[in-house]
């Protein structure tokens, strides 16, 4: 469902805590923030170079060359982690963190992913500036740099003070025709610590910068190979109302291909030819095979999908990054062009029953092909319909791309696979009959510990058992961590996967005494562990700033204390001499 510009304002402003009367100013903002922006930047940037004087010339190398990059290389990280995952193309920056900061409760899928952004910047960017302003090289602390000059600044300041300058004149002491120093044993000792303390600060440095090396090229190599080397999964799960004569039912299941810029025809043949091998009765893609505008080149990179092989077909629902990329498009494309009309099954609030070969009318089951979550969006992508379960089992694919709606819905008989993108909503499907739904769109988490913003869902990875007190026992949610994924090809603390599901009777795999491996996977175990760590991290981050801010204070009170001490017997010893 689209929206006008006029209800957006009106929603905005429903939301707004500032006065009604202070948001066609900001309306304003958002129609010419490009203009008014550019103005303000010269303008400013100009009064800050003249009043620089002498460092004029390095303040406008600043603020006009290396300002603009880092905002570049800031909202190009907002559009890669927050717009491209869960807002439309059309959003922008400065209107989202205007609704972020004006809309309360802050909503989970538009506003809560640019929060965290803009504090996980601001606590970078302060952590800078304290860095720079505060104690120039508080960053050094690990070398044996900056111990040397503390210890340099420490001896400079104990020869300086009257007591310093007594022990000198008694320590050392010279002989015209001997060169020899003569120096107490006392301060060798203390030399010697020094020394000692300084060499052991050394090798623990370099020992410290060896173990980061190491840990990098240790994650790095890991996130590489799980980035590129998917994993085929193999798993049995007991299907509701799965009939004896479909038990042992293979599917295979694949997601999140994301060809476009980072994925091309290599990884679609290879997703291709894996799928193909397991020799699976029917395969299933759920969503994001596509990830850019659909052009000649797009269509080159998944020409290999017409050559995917089942007897009872191939099953496909689009996913968020489709209808990001031109929704029409890729219905035209599936639906209408060849080769893919012919080979593939493109499900949008729709369904389609499958008779299994040979079996006749004793096995069939019905695959329910869902639209994506993000057409509830307020502002959802052009074309975007939003999912309707009563729709999809009440329709089914028709001839050239159309849709034949049916008086009657899929019986409740059967049993029924959903194909729903995003793994949300799974406890009011399974009510609504939905035995196993298939889903991707996390990726695992992809790379951790980003893994903590998808607690939302309902799952992240594997098989989950929901027990809705259904007669036909539990229902299951599968979700897959995709074939590639999004963004670089790192995976960390996740991995790639395909997945051949063995569908079973439910009483015929209790005989055997199976039960599904809903074991907590490594992805979800990240997600756990983020969850417990990021929390820590952050104390752990604030406790030693308070202390070093604490001590910074104690320190520059003590400095003020001495200075005060020295200036006062120091114009004592001068009194004293003026009186000899």
């Known amino acids: 469902m689209s929206t006008t510009t006029s209800e957006e304002t009106n929603s905005l402003s429903t939301s707004s805590w500032l006065l009604p009367s202070m948001v066609m100013p900001v309306e304003m903002i958002f129609q010419h923030g490009t203009e008014i922006g550019a103005i303000m930047f010269v303008l400013f940037g100009t009064i800050i170079s003249i009043a620089a004087g002498d460092a004029g010339l390095f303040a406008a190398q600043i603020w006009f060359l290396g300002l603009p990059l880092g905002l570049l290389v800031v909202h190009y990280l907002w559009l890669r982690l927050c717009r491209d995952p869960f807002l439309s193309p059309s959003d922008s920056f400065l ?31 302060t952590g800078s500036l304290i860095a720079r302003l505060g104690e120039k090289d508080a960053a050094k602390n690990w070398w044996w740099k900056n111990n040397l000059r503390r210890m340099d600044e420490e001896r400079q300041k104990n020869e300086m003070s009257p007591e310093g300058m007594e022990l000198t004149s008694l320590v050392t002491k010279s002989n015209e025709n001997d060169d020899t120093i003569v120096t107490k044993p006392n301060e060798i000792d ?11 600060g050394r090798r623990s440095a370099k020992l410290r910068a060896v173990l980061i090396l190491l840990t990098y090229l240790w994650w790095t190599t890991w996130s590489f190979l799980a980035g590129y080397n998917p994993h085929t999964l193999e798993l049995s799960i007991p299907l509701p109302r799965l009939p004896p004569q479909c038990d042992g039912y293979r599917l295979a299941v694949a997601t999140d291909l994301h060809a476009g810029a980072l994925s091309g025809h290599k990884d ?21 095979v596509g990830d850019e505008h659909v052009d000649d080149v797009l269509k080159k990179k998944l020409e290999p999908l017409a050559q995917l092989n089942a007897p009872d077909g191939v099953y496909y629902s689009f996913g968020n990054h489709e209808n990001m990329n031109g929704i029409e498009d890729f219905r035209k494309l599936f639906r209408t062009e060849s080769p893919f009309k012919e080979t593939i099954v493109t499900l949008e609030n729709e369904h389609a029953i499958i008779t299994p070969s040979g079996s006749g009318e004793d096995c069939r089951i019905a695959m329910v092909g869902m639209a994506d979550w993000s057409g509830n969006d307020p502002r959802p992508f052009k074309g975007q319909i939003a999912p309707d379960f009563q729709k999809a089992i009440h329709s089914t694919p028709g001839p050239n791309g159309t849709t034949v709606e049916l008086d009657t819905p899929v019986s409740a008989s059967l049993p029924m696979i959903m194909l729903q993108h995003e793994p949300a909503n799974m406890k009011n499907a399974a009510k609504d009959g939905v035995g196993l739904q298939l889903s ?11 893994h903590v913003l998808l607690t939302n869902f309902d799952a992240i990875s594997g098989l989950h058992e929901f027990d809705v007190g259904s007669k036909d026992g539990p229902s299951y949610l599968w979700v897959s961590e995709g074939v590639v994924g999004w963004g670089p090809r790192l995976r960390f603390l996740c991995k790639t996967d395909i997945a051949l599901l063995t569908l079973r009777n439910p009483e015929a795999m209790a005989a055997e005494g199976l039960v599904p491996d809903t074991h907590m996977t490594v992805s979800t175990f990240g997600m756990y562990l983020s969850l417990v760590l990021i929390p820590l991290g952050l104390l752990a981050f604030l406790i030693p700033a308070i202390c070093w801010t604490k001590k910074r204070i104690q320190d520059r009170r003590s400095t003020e204390s001495e200075d005060d001490d020295v200036g006062a017997k120091g114009t004592g010893k001068i009194a004293k001499f003026n009186l000899v």
């Open 95 to 125: 209107r989202i963190f205007w609704e972020s900061a004006t809309t309360c409760p802050p909503d989970m899928r538009r506003t809560v992913p640019t929060i965290v952004f803009v504090i996980l910047i601001a606590v970078v960017a």
């Open 190 to 200: 203390d030399t010697n610590a020094k020394s000692s303390e300084l060499d052991q």
């Open 268 to 288: 679609t043949e290879w997703m291709v030819q894996h799928l193909n091998s397991l020799n699976p009765d029917a395969i299933a893609l759920a969503g994001d």
């Open 440 to 450: 991707g769109h996390t990726h695992g988490g992809q790379l951790w510990p980003q």
